[in-house]
């Protein structure tokens, strides 16, 4: 696991800890949902999703670490980036592979608070597994599947990983659903922060539409870079991403007139089948988010996607406050199973 963060150059205590998906367990396990173990899958879809060389690199970067003996000396035992290859840096150079691992470090991960420790890929491969026993269920005829994974995935570009995230678990679930036959997929990010990741994997695609409501980059919130209302796609792309910036401090209401036009969006855009990044760090008890948004407000959304009519794989994302995300994933599972 990562252990911890570094933000500003500071060792933090991580958030994205595994007590988060034991708490989401116990709150829809004694709601009673049918529980269903995850099945293993190859490498095919994580593939065409992700650069075959960062899946190499996380598949290997711990051990890597290790047999340079950085846990020894310095005494770093995660995987910390120390030089990161920005467009600024290379200036046009290609971007090669480095020989050192503490340099290959930053080469696929864009922060400094997204480590990686001995467990991490194991991880996040597990993941990708739950996420596509998912989207199998939903595509098998159930209406609605969700994967409760962690670490979350809406941060992860093709290439890079970052923002607690290293492999796109709701890119992969629309990817799988469109080769199971679905012309269009639409995906709706929930999660206080902009999935930069998910956008940057369909930005040129017409056959994925991503949606997002979120505490607006421009006030000063991760991911800074992204986010922005006038990023709609690029190319074939065109029209097929949707970014709702919000202030500081949005409750319910704003929040949830946000998400309609999200929903008008996914029904113009014709999808067939939708994935929701459900991310319940919107909460007003978050410790990572300003937005204001209730339990009520949570189920309200769940089923104003749900009235879509669409098969759904919703997919876990960020939620950090242990005591309220339990209840706050089976409130907004309750709205979108109500259909
Ligand atoms: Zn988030």
Redesign the pocket.
Known sequence: MPGAEIWVGVTTPGTELPERATRIEQALRRDGLRVVEATSYDDDVLLRVHDPRLVEHLRTVWSRWVEAGFPVEPGQDRVVPYIMPTAGMLDGLPEREPTAVHAAAGRYCYDTMTLVGPGTWQAARAAVDVTLSAVDLVTGGEPLAYALVRPPGHHVTRAAYGGSCYLNNAGIAAQALRDAGHERVAVVDV???HGNGTQALFYDRADVLYASLHVDPGAGWFPHYAGFADETGRGAGLGANLNVPLAEGTPDAPWLAALDRIVEAVAAHGATALVVSL?V?AAAADP??PLQVTHDGYEAAGRRLAALGLPTVAVQ??GYHLDTLGDLVARTLHGLADR
């Open positions: 999660d206080a922060h991310g760090d990572e988010s994302e960020g």
